[in-house]
């Protein structure tokens, strides 16, 4: 199948025009100017960008991961996959030791199918003081123990664990992970600077969701953020979303930390995809309201509603670059970035790489969708 359009941004560079020939699941060629043949699908005035990686979400179209549930899982993958999310990590929030233990063990048959691409554990071990949308009765101290039950029971799939640096036997967890090829994050903290820098020196090198269920930044004790966005191992998610934090935020740690540090995330729930009303995430009830998920009978925002597609625009809309700059400092976030962070094996469009795209039309939006060298939304 030769496609061609206006513009193919690779993740690396910009075609204009471009083409793309896939050959079965993957990419055999790409160029620009004249394709080797005659197109099998010209799609016009069109931008091709890899598809999105979604490293940190809990479900979507009215599921949730914490189900492990076949059937749940596909309803929240599909659901974002319409939405140009080609790439996914489940990820769970806190829960007691027998059943997150339940949870890791359905949802690894899911990572085995191929539905999802790993587990992320966002939580237990993270900070009540900064709890966000998790039960903090149900939070706890690392255990070696429980770790081990766990990754036995993920056999492989679990891809990441976010921990609180502060919490007393992190290190020796941090270690424990990072030998079984886990990658550990720091989020949900209230960790000084110096206890998120020993963290990151132990192996840690992502930050969940940075600024939110973070310790703020205080001019003579910086705290996790600086601390995280100022070491270049270290590779910092944002929910773009317009809701969890300002533009110039978003402008301002993708100047700090570069083109190759950030990376675009949802942290969506069940809601994402559906109407405002009720849902549940964990054990905690939750309403969303104008498409802003809190906790019921709270302010606490509880993940998001957003799509990939929507994260995307936001921060192109935002970047206060150039258009095509733009286009590709989002392509890096939203796919390349978080991809190389969990070490899954996408790379943007590359020959011999996965043939996953999404169409956006002139106003960003979604237009088409392939997973694997398939047709998931068709161009009109």
Same mark, same amino acid.
């Not at 999310?85 to 048959?109: F, H, I, N």
């Given at each position: 199948?030769?496609?061609? $359009?206006?513009?193919?941004? !690779?993740?690396? +560079?910009? *075609?204009?025009?471009?083409?793309?020939?896939?050959?079965? %699941?993957?990419?055999?060629?790409? =160029?620009?100017?004249?394709?080797?043949?005659?197109?099998?699908?010209?799609?016009?005035?069109?931008? #091709?960008?890899? @598809?999105?990686?979604?490293?940190?979400?809990?479900? =979507?179209?009215?599921?949730?991961?914490?189900?492990?549930?076949?059937?749940?899982?596909?309803? %929240?993958?599909?659901?974002?996959?319409?939405?140009? !999310?080609?790439?996914?990590?489940?990820? *769970?929030?806190?829960?007691?030791?027998?059943?997150?233990?339940?949870?890791?063990?359905?949802?690894?048959?899911?990572?085995?199918?191929?539905?999802?691409?790993?587990?992320?554990? +966002? =939580?237990?071990?993270?900070?009540?003081?900064?709890?966000?949308?998790?039960?903090? $009765?149900?939070?706890?101290?690392?255990?070696?123990?429980?770790? +081990?039950?766990?990754?036995?029971?993920?056999?492989?799939?679990?891809?990441?664990?976010?921990? %609180?640096?502060?919490?007393? @036997?992190?290190?020796?967890?941090?270690?424990?992970?990072?030998?079984?090829?886990?990658?550990?994050?720091?989020?949900?903290?209230?960790? !000084?600077?110096?206890?998120?820098?020993?963290?990151?020196?132990?192996?840690?090198?992502?930050?969940?969701?940075?600024?939110?269920?973070?310790?703020?930044?205080?001019?003579?004790?910086? @705290?996790?953020?600086?601390?995280?966005?100022?070491?270049?191992?270290?590779?910092?998610?944002?929910?773009?979303?317009?809701?969890?934090?300002?533009?110039?935020?978003?402008?301002? #740690?993708?100047?700090?930390?570069?083109?190759?540090?950030?990376?675009?995330?949802?942290?969506?729930?069940?809601?994402?995809?559906?109407?405002?009303?009720?849902?549940?995430?964990?054990?905690?009830?939750?309403?969303?309201?104008?498409?802003?998920?809190?906790?019921?009978? !709270?302010?606490?925002?509880?993940?998001?509603?957003?799509?990939?597609?929507?994260?995307?625009?936001?921060?192109?809309?935002?970047?206060?670059?150039?258009?095509?700059?733009? *286009?590709?400092?989002?392509?890096?976030?939203?796919?390349?970035?978080? %991809?190389?962070?969990?070490?899954?094996?996408?790379?943007?469009?590359?020959? =011999?790489?996965?043939?996953?795209?999404?169409?956006?039309?002139?106003?960003?939006?979604?237009?088409?969708?392939?997973?694997? @060298?398939?047709?998931?939304?068709?161009?009109?």
């Amino acid at each position: 199948m030769l496609l061609t $359009a206006d513009a193919v941004h !690779t993740g690396r +560079e910009l *075609l204009r025009p471009g083409w793309i020939d896939v050959s079965g %699941a993957v990419v055999a060629a790409l =160029g620009t100017g004249v394709p080797p043949r005659a197109a099998d699908r010209a799609l016009g005035p069109v931008t #091709v960008v890899p @598809g999105f990686v979604d490293t940190h979400f809990h479900g =979507g179209g009215g599921a949730n991961f914490t189900a492990a549930d076949a059937a749940e899982t596909s309803a %929240a993958v599909g659901t974002h996959a319409m939405h140009g !999310t080609t790439t996914a990590v489940a990820s *769970l929030v806190t829960a007691g030791p027998d059943e997150l233990l339940r949870q890791v063990t359905g949802l690894a048959a899911d990572v085995r199918a191929g539905v999802v691409a790993g587990i992320h554990l +966002e =939580g237990p071990w993270i900070s009540a003081a900064r709890c966000g949308a998790h039960d903090p $009765a149900l939070m706890r101290d690392p255990d070696p123990a429980e770790i +081990e039950r766990l990754l036995s029971a993920g056999d492989g799939t679990i891809r990441m664990v976010t921990i %609180a640096p502060e919490r007393d @036997g992190v290190m020796t967890a941090i270690a424990q992970l990072v030998d079984a090829g886990v990658v550990v994050a720091v989020g949900h903290t209230e960790a !000084t600077y110096d206890q998120t820098r020993a963290a990151i020196d132990a192996g840690a090198t992502v930050g969940t969701h940075l600024f939110n269920a973070m310790r703020p930044i205080h001019h003579r004790e910086p @705290g996790p953020i600086v601390a995280l966005l100022e070491d270049p191992r270290v590779t910092v998610e944002i929910i773009d979303d317009g809701v969890h934090v300002h533009p110039a935020l978003y402008r301002q #740690v993708s100047r700090s930390a570069g083109p190759d540090r950030v990376s675009l995330i949802t942290d969506a729930m069940a809601a994402a995809g559906m109407s405002d009303g009720p849902y549940t995430l964990g054990a905690l009830t939750v309403d969303v309201v104008d498409a802003v998920a809190r906790i019921a009978g !709270t302010d606490t925002i509880a993940g998001s509603t957003a799509t990939m597609d929507r994260v995307f625009r936001f921060a192109v809309e935002n970047s206060g670059l150039p258009r095509d700059e733009a *286009l590709s400092q989002a392509v890096r976030q939203a796919s390349i970035n978080p %991809a190389r962070a969990l070490g899954l094996p996408v790379d943007g469009l590359v020959p =011999g790489g996965p043939a996953d795209l999404v169409v956006l039309d002139g106003q960003l939006n979604v237009a088409g969708v392939v997973r694997r @060298g398939e047709w998931l939304v068709n161009p009109g």
